[in-house]
């Protein structure tokens, strides 16, 4: 099993920039793919990007690209997601997620099966 911790949230303006971390644990980081969603309150969860397993295949929702960028170094066992450019539309507790199994992961929350704690990101206008 791997254990994910994300960091890096905070308050940031319109147009601003965060860089979220995803620091896994428990097993060999490169077996996984690893996602990103986010969460308003009372909503469901939004899928945001995807890396394969290499990082050689990052994929995006059509709302973040151009603006997100999904990577990892296997080597520091740890994901990132660069935010820039951000809207308030944007705000929301972010996740970093692994599937059990596959290069890639998909745009659906059931498909993973590892979560961390999250991490807020507010967009003030």
């Known amino acids: 099993q791997v254990q994910l911790v994300e960091s890096g949230g905070g308050l940031v303006s319109t147009g601003g920039s965060l860089r979220l971390s995803c620091a896994a644990s428990?097993?060999?980081?490169?077996?996984?793919?690893m996602g990103w969603f986010r969460q308003v309150l009372g909503k469901d969860r939004q899928f945001v990007a995807t890396?394969?397993?290499?990082?050689?295949?990052?994929y995006y929702d059509q709302s973040v690209k151009g603006r997100f960028t999904i990577s990892r170094d296997n080597a520091k066992n740890t994901g990132y997601l660069q935010l820039n450019n951000l809207e308030p539309e944007d705000t929301g507790g972010y996740y970093c997620a692994a599937p059990q199994s596959g290069i890639i992961g998909g745009p659906r929350p059931e498909e993973y099966e590892y979560w961390g704690q999250g991490t807020q990101v507010t967009v003030s206008s």
């Open positions: 428990g097993d060999t980081f490169s077996n996984y793919a």
């Open positions: 890396i394969s397993r290499s990082g050689t295949y990052p």
